[in-house]
T-cell receptor, first 108, second 115 residues
């Protein structure tokens, strides 16, 4: 079957670094996405990984290991506005499958 | 560039009634998706169109849900009759193969409450 696992909730402190993990099992792989979703809003694109390694974009970085079926999203210098759900999604062919999301709470 | 438009933003109906949602994707985006997102869960793909053809509708409850994209641009999703478990946010998204990251652009969603 196809499955994406990520932690349900995480809490971190403003200014700190947090790593959100994602493991996946899909029948195919054309790339892995991270989306941010604030409460009551639509998801917005953060990153896309298709090759192994780390992709850095400002305060956000995303890592992929295809052999391990594993990715993480790294958020540095956390700000209060980073409190949101972070969705891991895998394109396994024609279809993109989303995980349930990790709710991140940033506290002062 | 205008984003993905959806209407209505909110809808409250009684069970067994019917409801329709409308989506207008970003201009030029050939691929259009309808997702159902239940509170606390990730988006679940209901149907994916490539232009006006269906690519995937394996998770669409076809006994009550229907969708069309007749001219390959805007799309409607209909539920008839609605059940309590259909209460969710219905998200429309679009994408284009010309975008290297294949990211999907989401509309604001329609929040459906079935009572």
């Amino acid at each position: 079957g196809q499955n994406i696992d990520q932690p349900t909730e995480m809490t971190a402190t403003e200014g700190a670094i947090v790593q959100i993990n994602c493991t996946y099992q899909t029948s195919g792989f054309n790339g892995l996405f991270w989306y941010q979703q604030h409460a009551g809003e639509a998801p917005t694109f953060l990153s896309y990984n298709v090759l192994d390694g780390l992709e850095e974009k400002g305060r956000f970085s995303s890592f992929l290991s295809r052999s391990k079926g594993y990715s993480y999203l790294l958020l540095k210098e956390l700000q209060m506005k980073d409190s949101a759900s972070y969705l891991c999604a895998v394109n396994g062919g024609f279809k993109t499958i989303f995980g349930a999301g990790t709710r991140l709470f940033v506290k002062a | 560039e205008a984003g993905v438009a959806q209407s209505p933003r909110y809808k409250i109906i009684e069970k067994r009634q019917s409801v329709a949602f409308w989506c207008n994707p970003i201009s030029g985006h050939a691929t259009l998706y309808w997702y159902q997102q239940i509170l606390g869960q990730g988006p679940k793909l209901l149907i994916q169109f490539q232009n006006n053809g269906v690519v995937d509708d394996s998770q669409l409850p076809k006994d009550r849900f229907s969708a069309e994209r007749l001219k390959g641009v805007d799309s409607t999703l209909k539920i008839q009759p609605a059940k309590l478990e259909d209460s969710a946010v219905y998200l429309c998204a679009s994408s284009s193969p010309r975008i290297a990251t294949y990211e999907q652009y989401f509309g604001p969603g329609t929040r459906l409450t079935v009572t």
